[in-house]
Antibody
Framework: EVQLVESGGRLVQPGGSLRLSCVASGFTFSNYNMKWVRQAPGKGLEWVAY????????YYADSVQGRLTISRDNARKSLYLQMDSLRAEDTALYYC?????????????????WGQGTAVTVSS | QSALTQPASVSGSPGQAITISCSGT?????????VSWYQQHPGKAPKLLIFDVSKRPSGVSNRFSGSKSGNTASLTVSGLQAEDEADYYCSSYTIRSTWVFGGGTKLTVL
């Protein structure tokens, strides 16, 4: 079964740091690009970051640029989100999502597999 | 990057068809075929319904269909069923190599 499982979310004070993890199973993780998407309580989805299969191409939303860092360890089949200088507006459920097989013939740039999310709360 | 524009809510009776619009710009929806739609039930993760404007992943009902005209994409749900009641989000790749979502539409089955 193709699966993504996030962890690491917790309550953290403003200005603090946190690292989220996402472990993949059921597919060849090292072939796929990955994304983080977040959802603030009662709000819509917001794309946060993208990383290609090799970890060499990375993009961020303007709202997190310079504070959040996406990375991956293909040997561990894991995706990470290092979160620094956290703000109240970073409070959200953070999902990891699978993108395209970077070695496939025709990218579709969608997100076809999602984890269940891990909750981050930034509050004093 | 501004969110794509969706109606906050739509409703329909069982068996009817509804359409949800998703308006963007030539830098996102209008400029690429990379428009996708997601369904999210309360307390659940989003589920991919449509990719590449109009393609359905394996296992998604053919009652869901997508289209695009200019800078506006649309999702049509035909033969409404109670289980279709959920939030729906459009998404597009953008000229800045980023992704943008719509604000979401709550579908109520009357």
């Amino acid at each position: 079964e193709v699966q993504l499982v996030e962890s690491g979310g917790r309550l953290v004070q403003p200005g603090g740091s946190l690292r989220l993890s996402c472990v993949a199973s059921g597919f060849t993780f090292s072939n796929y690009n990955m994304k983080w998407v977040r959802q603030a309580p009662g709000k819509g989805l917001e794309w946060v970051a993208y990383i290609n299969s090799g970890g060499t191409i990375i993009y961020y939303a303007d709202s997190v640029q310079g504070r959040l860092t996406i990375s991956r360890d293909n040997a561990r089949k894991s995706l990470y989100l290092q979160m620094d200088s956290l703000r109240a507006e970073d409070t959200a459920l953070y999902y990891c999502a699978r993108g395209d097989d970077d070695y496939g013939p025709d990218p579709v740039l969608s997100m076809d597999v999602w984890g269940q999310g891990t909750a981050v709360t930034v509050s004093s | 990057q501004s969110a794509l524009t969706q109606p906050a809510s739509v409703s329909g009776s069982p068996g009817q068809a509804i359409t949800i619009s998703c308006s963007g710009t030539s830098d996102d929806v209008g400029g690429y075929r990379y428009v996708s739609w997601y369904q999210q039930h309360p307390g659940k993760a989003p589920k991919l319904l449509i990719f590449d404007v109009s393609k359905r992943p394996s296992g998604v009902s053919n009652r869901f269909s997508g289209s695009k005209s200019g800078n506006t994409a649309s999702l049509t749900v035909s033969g409404l069923q109670a289980e279709d009641e959920a939030d729906y989000y459009c998404s597009s790749y953008t000229i800045r190599s980023t992704w943008v979502f719509g604000g979401g539409t709550k579908l109520t089955v009357l």
